[in-house]
């Protein structure tokens, strides 16, 4: 057995060094993905697809709606994933969070949880900073609903 290994690598030679530079890449670019290079994108047709209202796929942030439909405790949820990201590294969130998956069920998974939690609380400059929002985007649901009844009423 492992003699057809060494010579299925010989002969894959080439194949196995381009993966292994390109995983080397991958991981230089998990490690240089700051938050500051965080990307949203609004209007996902992939969430809309998914009938998810957004998910984080560092260094890119999906949302399904348009930014003037975003609701900000969508993007408070989306930005504690981010967050988490940042504290436990991309490998171990995406390993733990599909754990949690498995083994706990969606609404039980330690990540998603802490997410929802911080639901609830208003968006605050480092938030809006990390969003690329300016600092006139409302901060809470309840402002954002009296926003948009404000501009629905001026366009009627």
Known sequence: ???KFIIFYRRNYSIVTKLNTFLILIINV???TKMSNIRVVYGSSLM???NLDGLVLYPFILISTSQEDTLPSTLKHEVTHVRQIERDGVCNFYCNYC???CKDCYANNKYEQE???TESTALNQSDLDLLNLPTTFPKTDKAFRKQKKRVD???R
């Open 153 to 155: 009423s001026i366009t």
């Open 115 to 117: 997410a929802y939690s």
């Open 99 to 101: 754990i949690y998956i």
């Open 1 to 3: 057995m492992n003699n």
């Open 30 to 32: 998990f490690n240089q």
């Open 48 to 50: 809309r697809w998914l």
